[in-house]
């Protein structure tokens, strides 16, 4: 069974920044794609930053040159720099991690931690 631990969330002000960390249970090598998902109170979920096995990297578009997502195989780790904070930050964060074995699509979460944003 696949855990993935988040760690790193808090209470930061306007323009401060955050480092969120996912440590996996087992091999991150193992997914082709791991990331980053926010949801904010009274709103769906939605991708923050994603990177693959082999490095190729995707942002939502109001993150973009803010946040900055790495992952590290040899630790099992996956984690968001977030810089340049906004209130509109605010939200769950969650650690996602996809594995496909002969076809089939599994999809990892982790148990989120919030991130707050407020002067």
């Known amino acids: 069974q696949v855990q993935l631990v988040e760690s790193g969330g808090g209470l930061v002000q306007p323009g401060g920044s955050l480092r969120l960390s996912c440590v996996a249970s087992?091999?991150?090598?193992?997914?082709?794609?791991t990331g980053w998902y926010r949801q904010a109170l009274g709103k769906q979920r939605e991708l923050v930053a994603t990177?693959?096995?082999?490095?190729?990297?995707n942002y939502r578009d109001s993150v973009k040159g803010r946040f900055t997502i790495s992952r590290d195989n040899a630790k099992n780790t996956v984690d968001l720099q977030m810089n340049s904070l906004q209130p509109e930050d605010t939200a769950v964060y969650y650690c996602?991690?996809?594995?496909?074995?002969?076809?089939?699509?599994?999809?990892?979460w982790g148990q989120g931690t919030q991130v707050t944003v407020s002067s």
């Open positions: 996602n991690a996809i594995r496909v074995t002969l076809g089939v699509e599994y999809d990892y």
């Open positions: 087992g091999s991150m090598a193992r997914f082709y794609s």
């Open positions: 990177i693959s096995r082999g490095g190729s990297i």
